[in-house]
C-alpha cells in the first residue's frame, strides 16, 4: 500500500456517490429496470425521448442566445474606426487598438 493513499472497507458512514446512469438527468425519474435509457452529448441519460428532447431544445436556446451575444459584442467592439462629430461640434477621433483574427 502505498503512502497516501487509504481504502475504505464500507460501513455506515460511506457515503455513495450515485452512478449518472441511475436517474434522469431532467426529471431524476429512476432509470433501469429493464426499461430504455436514452443518452444525449455523451454521458447524459434521460427517461425518454420526450425528456432528452426538452434538453436537446434547451441546449439549442441556450447557444443561440451565446452566440447572439457573442456577435453582437464583437460588432459593436469592431466598429469603425471614423471621425465622428459630437453634439457639440467637436469631432472624436477613435484611438483605439484593433486586433483582427
Known amino acids: 500500500m502505498r503512502t497516501g ?5 464500507g460501513g455506515e458512514d460511506h457515503r455513495r456517490e450515485s452512478h449518472f446512469l441511475e436517474a434522469c438527468f ?3 425519474r429512476p432509470l433501469g429496470f429493464n426499461r430504455d435509457i436514452f443518452m444525449y452529448r455523451g454521458n447524459t441519460p434521460f427517461c425518454s425521448k ?3 428532447q426538452e434538453q436537446i431544445e ?3 436556446a441556450q447557444e443561440k442566445s451565446w452566440r ?4 453582437s459584442a464583437s460588432a459593436s467592439s469592431s466598429a469603425p474606426l471614423a471621425d465622428k462629430t459630437t453634439a457639440s461640434g467637436k469631432k472624436n477621433v477613435r484611438t483605439d487598438t484593433v486586433a483582427v483574427a
Open 58 to 60: 434547451f441546449d439549442e
Open 5 to 9: 493513499m487509504r481504502y475504505h472497507a
Open 50 to 52: 420526450e425528456c432528452r
Open 68 to 71: 447572439i451575444s457573442s456577435s
Open 26 to 28: 431532467l426529471c431524476r
